[in-house]
């Protein structure tokens, strides 16, 4: 079959996908800001819970400079006293099925992840989607950031294994490495950031 | 319209009880399974898949008569597709809590068979009149089913209903009902009284 006939057989699934993808173009246009707003409220409200101490209302919104003159929003945690508690680092990444959507929290010093939120995902209910349950996001806390994630499918024997979860391992090494990457990508430039403040 | 297709009423009331498409097509068994643990997420998923369902039947009886064969089931798919994002970018927006409850059974909707059969048995085929009646009967009935399920599987498994108490608050909340086992005993039980009421009736109008 030539072009002409390709087109010709095909003109209305073009048409109909032109006229779908501007009317969706519309709605995250019009509905974009609202979901963040309610993303963001969410990242507010979990934030005390991945961050020991830090009280919601008190913490600020920063942008930090990372490697390839590239820039990188973190949250600044402060504590209800003033004292700056840690740091949240919100980052995404490929799942088993769709991109995962995390917060890291990590202590001031950026040395220690002191948890970690699934703000979104679409991996397989029943497996995949047990990363935001609290018995698999209990065992990224009190992790020392120097070293790599490791997912093993047998019983942790060192500080940086995370055990994986049954019949979901590829999700469980999707968020290992999304945390990974990020603690890479920001744990220096945070701990600059603390020092800069502190002075 | 085809002489011998049902009328709208005919398939606004098949779609209700006779051709209900859970108890007696066995269509969308992914969400009935999965969100009637409670009537809230149960009845959010009953208006998304009936938005859906209305939003595409409407489409693709509007453009039938352009409708290729080969290529009726990707336009169908795309339609559906569009309909279902539509629906989860406004869950995110004006239900967000709901909408993370619900996680990716709203994208799901997608490959819901409900959806995309009642495309090409109806909407392909009649006009958009039967099509928007079709919609509606085949929502009401998925709508009723999934209530049903929800409400055995809250009242027992939580002593509620819309989260309002209806048990004494003495009652041992089954909390098997809330979990998976609690989703398939249901949907036997109900499968086999519904299977029940129509051979009893199929009997006595024999008789």
């Known amino acids: 079959m030539n072009k002409t006939g390709y087109i010709s057989q095909a003109w209305l699934v073009i048409l109909l996908a032109f006229l779908f993808g501007g009317a969706l173009a519309g709605v995250q246009r019009t509905l974009g800001p609202r979901i963040a707003e309610n993303q963001r409220n969410e990242t507010y409200d979990v934030i005390p819970s991945i961050v020991p101490g830090a009280d919601k209302s008190q913490t600020v919104e920063l942008t930090v400079d990372i490697s390839g003159g590239k820039q990188h929003r973190v949250y600044e945690a402060i504590g209800a006293d003033g004292q700056r508690m840690g740091w949240v680092i919100p980052t995404h990444g490929p799942g088993f099925a769709d991109e995962i959507r995390l917060l890291i929290g990590l202590d001031r010093e950026a040395t220690i992840i002191m948890g970690i939120y699934v703000l979104d995902q679409k991996e397989t209910p029943g497996l995949g989607a047990l990363i935001t349950a609290q018995p698999f996001c209990e065992d990224f806390k009190h992790i020392p950031t120097n070293r790599t994630l490791e997912v093993v499918t047998t019983e942790p024997t060192a500080a940086n294994q995370i055990e994986a979860l049954t019949g979901a391992t590829i999700s469980s090494q999707s968020v290992a490495g999304i945390v990974n990457s990020a603690v890479k990508e920001l744990k220096e430039p945070l701990q600059h950031l603390n020092q800069s403040l502190k002075n | 319209m085809i002489k011998d297709e049902p009328t709208a009423a005919e398939r606004l009331i098949a779609g209700i009880l006779p051709e209900n498409p859970i108890y007696r097509q066995l269509l969308g068994m992914c969400p009935t399974l999965a969100v009637t643990g409670a009537m809230e997420p149960a009845m959010t998923m009953a208006v998304a898949t009936g938005f859906v369902l209305l939003c595409a039947n409407v489409m693709v009886s509007l453009i039938r008569g352009l409708l290729r064969p080969h290529l009726r089931i990707l336009v169908f798919t795309l339609t559906i597709a569009t309909f279902v994002t539509i629906t989860d970018r406004v869950l995110a927006a004006y239900l967000y809590q709901m909408s993370k409850e619900l996680g990716p059974y709203v994208p799901l909707i997608i490959v819901n068979c409900l959806i995309i059969s009642r495309c090409e048995i109806c909407a392909?085929?009649?006009?958009?009149?039967?099509?928007?009646?079709?919609?509606?009967?085949?929502?009401?009935?998925?709508?009723?089913?999934?209530?049903?399920?929800?409400?055995?599987?809250?009242?027992?498994?939580?002593?509620?209903?819309?989260?309002?108490?209806?048990?004494?608050?003495?009652?041992?909340?089954?909390?098997?009902?809330?979990?998976?086992?609690?989703?398939?005993?249901?949907?036997?039980?109900?499968?086999?009284?519904?299977?029940?009421?129509?051979?009893?009736?199929?009997?006595?109008?024999?008789?």
């Open chain 2, 124 to 207: 392909s085929k009649q006009s958009v009149g039967v099509a928007v009646a079709d919609a509606v009967g085949m929502s009401l009935g998925f709508a009723l089913a999934l209530a049903s399920l929800a409400t055995v599987r809250e009242v027992l498994g939580f002593g509620t209903w819309f989260g309002l108490r209806v048990m004494p608050e003495s009652w041992p909340a089954w909390g098997i009902m809330a979990l998976p086992p609690g989703a398939f005993l249901t949907l036997g039980l109900l499968l086999g009284l519904v299977e029940w009421f129509g051979l009893r009736k199929r009997e006595s109008s024999e008789a």
